[in-house]
């Protein structure tokens, strides 16, 4: 059984900075792919960017420029750094991964509001 631990949401300003983490039990070098999704209220789950486990990364267009995916593998930890938030951010933020089944993580509040 494959387990994926998230944390670092919370509540922000906008232009503020969030470090979201997700720690697998499996290593990240050996899946197919692993990333971040989000759902904001009323809407579909979309995804935010992911990384193959040979480390080709992609973002979705609103990601590009503002966040950024970077892993340690040593400790099966995939992060999503993300800066000058906006409220169309605000989601529950999930963690998945791709080892041929899919596994979702928990998810994680992002909440970005003055």
């Known amino acids: 059984q494959v387990q994926l631990v998230e944390s670092g949401g919370g509540l922000v300003q906008p232009g503020g900075s969030l470090r979201l983490s997700c720690t697998t039990s499996k290593s990240i070098f050996s899946v197919y792919e692993m990333g971040w999704y989000r759902q904001a209220p009323g809407k579909q789950r979309e995804l935010v960017a992911k990384?193959?486990?040979?480390?080709?990364?992609s973002y979705e267009n609103f990601a590009k420029g503002r966040f950024t995916l970077s892993r340690d593998d040593a400790k099966n930890t995939l992060f999503l750094q993300m800066n000058d938030l906006k409220p169309e951010d605000t989601a529950i933020y999930y963690c998945?991964?791709?080892?041929?089944?899919?596994?979702w993580g928990q998810g994680t509040q992002v909440t970005v509001s003055s």
């Open positions: 998945n991964l791709n080892v041929g089944a899919i596994y």
């Open positions: 990384t193959t486990g040979l480390g080709t990364i």
